[in-house]
């Protein structure tokens, strides 16, 4: 949590000032862990599942790479996007074994995404 306020800083993260809070609240905390998720966690962890036998570590590893490619501003946050990628995968596998669901899977780390991209946004403006 702490890497993700210092990422937020000018070490790495979009420039949002063109939005107002709420257009950037709307992009950060919905529209971002909706696209995200889908294209980085439920496509390829999907797909990897569902057609080949790669172990679930391979499959976690591969996802969160994918995760941080869409998050290149420095390297300070591919490497915080990488780890925070990791736990994402982790839980959306997690999440699919137990319910057998890559829909609930997908929601449910839509769901953690949101908050966590949530909390981010609040400390962001809480310290200005």
Known sequence: MLFGIFALG???GTDMSEFSPIAEFILVVVIAPLVE???VQYLPIAILI???????L???IIS???FSLLHTYSLAYVTYTFLSGLM?????????IKKNSFLF?????????AVFN???FSLKYCSQ
């Open 10 to 12: 000018t070490q790495g």
């Open 37 to 39: 998720t889908f294209l």
């Open 50 to 56: 569902k057609y080949t036998k790669a172990p679930s």
């Open 58 to 60: 391979l499959i976690i």
């Open 64 to 66: 969160a790479a994918c």
């Open 88 to 96: 994402l995968a982790f839980a959306f596998v997690v999440f699919y």
């Open 105 to 113: 899977a997908f929601l449910m780390v839509c769901l953690v995404h």
């Open 118 to 120: 949530a909390g981010l």
